[in-house]
């Protein structure tokens, strides 16, 4: 037992809650059959992701940026733990065409060639007036037409000659009011969204007022954002083999033509009270994901992982289309890299009601509550022929405060790490561990897990060179706690 008080002040400079009697048992625990996690990756190229002959009009060159079937992708993703994923290909003049023509057959073939896999249509789509973004298409008739519409009504690059007036924030806002037309409804997903970032809080192609502009148009499609981007496997590339790719692609995540990533992870996510809390805090329902981006391996001349092999997004979610792409929707899931832990629950409760990953816990002023999480370190070793250990959880609380008026906030001044739990308090065997803590509602607010193999309070930014295996971490999606009379 460790006794312990913590408080968090919020805006007001009121306690936002009090931690008492912190309890962390580490203990082997027996999760609930109905329980499944369902690792996946929404992020994935085929050779649909295309080059181009410079004609006129240009001409697709199919693998030129990605050299791998939608079917062989399928198969690597069921090799290394998958049991879905998203066709994410990209494209430019006339694509739409080529996505009803070409990708999609792909992937008709390749759901019958990998049945193990649930696949989903989708597209990264050359945003108007931002960088990529994901859309993933719910399994119907009309899945690939209506992607199709999309991608030919709102990509940035769909038109040929090149119309600059596709390239506008207001076109983004059009493009998911269309998607609200759709029945079933798909889910939007901002790709890499600080990838042109110059430095901390100095946000490039994709700013904090478009994030929220996106969510305020379309809350139930426009949900998230990449908290750990692809291409990280640029520097296990050999040193001579350097030549088909400018120097910043060797940086994780490509992201060195600015600030680097954290822990693999994008700014956004990685810094405590930044971006991602500043959206939670106002009550947002934004959810983080992971995946490999991947177009080339690195070991045939590109900087990716396969699918799942090193970062993977868990659903907690029946294996079907329609209960991934809804356990998506309201944030059941948390991300990891390097195979560092399989399953994380939560149940946080009232002794009435519970609550979990992107649940909201409704109850009164002073409730005391227990949070219970479950998680499981496998003993096994990862693609990398290691076997990673959880050094550490933190438990991360923040206000919700409500809308604020500045809509480029970045910062969530009430948000903090209440508590650290290191490997040597760990008991229990087989991996599996119960963490339990009691804690006090003051305010509104929500909390949310960050865990790490390393020995580094926060996440540091990644050095060029920097063995991507050895840097590995966990984020769950939050859990809303609202005060109600």
């Excluded at 609930?32 to 080059?51: F, K």
């Excluded at 065409?97 to 193990?116: D, Q």
């Excluded at 597209?123 to 007036?129: K, M, Q, R, S, Y």
């Excluded at 816990?361 to 070793?381: C, F, H, N, R, Y």
Aim: net charge negative; with cysteine; hydrophobic share 40%.
């Amino acid at each position: 037992m460790i006794e312990k008080r913590n408080r968090v002040e919020g805006l007001s400079g009121a306690p936002l809650f009090c931690l008492v009697a912190l309890s962390m048992l580490f203990m082997p625990v027996t999760l609930m059959a109905e329980a499944t996690w369902l690792a996946g990756d929404h992020h994935i190229h085929s050779t649909n992701s295309v080059g181009w002959d410079e004609s006129n009009p240009p001409k697709p060159i199919f693998g030129g940026d990605a050299i791998y079937t939608i079917e062989k992708n399928a198969q690597m993703a069921h090799k290394f733990g998958l049991s879905w994923m998203v066709a994410t290909d990209h494209g430019g003049p006339n694509h739409s065409k080529l996505s009803m023509e070409s990708t999609y057959p792909a992937l008709l073939a390749a759901r019958l060639a990998v049945p193990e896999v649930i696949q989903f249509m989708g597209l990264e789509l050359n945003t108007p007036g931002a960088d990529h973004s994901s859309i993933i298409m719910p399994k119907s008739p009309n899945e690939a037409r209506d992607l199709a519409d999309y991608e030919y009504r709102f990509d940035s690059r769909e038109a040929w000659p090149s119309d600059p007036s596709r390239n506008e924030e207001a076109r983004m806002i059009d493009a998911l009011e269309f998607a609200k037309g759709l029945n079933p409804q798909p889910v939007v997903i901002a790709h890499h969204p600080s990838r042109s970032a110059k430095e901390e809080g100095v946000f490039g192609l994709t700013t904090p007022a478009e994030l929220r502009r996106w969510n305020d148009a379309a809350p139930n499609i426009a949900v998230g954002m990449e908290g750990a981007p692809g291409h990280q496997a640029a520097e296990l590339r050999q040193a001579d083999d350097r030549g088909s790719y400018p120097a910043w692609v060797y940086a994780r995540g490509a992201y060195g033509r600015g600030f680097p990533t954290m822990g693999g992870f994008d700014q956004m996510t990685a810094i405590v009270g930044g971006l991602w809390d500043a959206m939670l805090g106002e009550g947002r329902r934004w959810w983080i994901t992971a995946n490999s981006d991947s177009h080339i391996h690195y070991t045939e001349g590109g900087i990716d992982f396969w699918p799942g092999e090193y970062s993977k997004t868990f659903v907690h979610a029946e294996k079907t289309h329609d209960s991934i792409l809804e356990n998506l929707r309201a944030g059941r899931m948390f991300v990891v890299t390097g195979g560092l832990i399989t399953a994380l629950d939560v149940t946080l409760s009232d002794g009435v009601s519970s609550a979990g990953w992107g649940e909201t816990l409704k109850t009164q002023q002073g409730s005391k509550l227990t949070l219970e999480i479950a998680v499981t370190d496998p003993e096994g070793m990862n693609p990398a022929g290691r076997n990673p250990s959880l050094n550490r959880i933190d438990l991360i609380m923040g206000a919700v405060t409500g809308p604020q008026a500045n809509a480029d906030l970045a910062r969530n001044p009430t948000t903090a790490v209440v508590e650290r739990v290191s490997r040597k308090a760990f008991e229990g065997g087989d991996g599996q561990y119960l963490i339990r803590a009691e804690l006090t509602a003051d305010a509104n607010g929500y909390l949310r897990l960050r865990g790490t193999n390393t020995d580094s309070l926060e996440p540091e930014k990644d050095p060029l060179g920097e063995d991507p295996w050895s840097d590995l971490w966990f984020y769950s999606n939050p859990v809303f706690i609202e005060l109600v009379d």
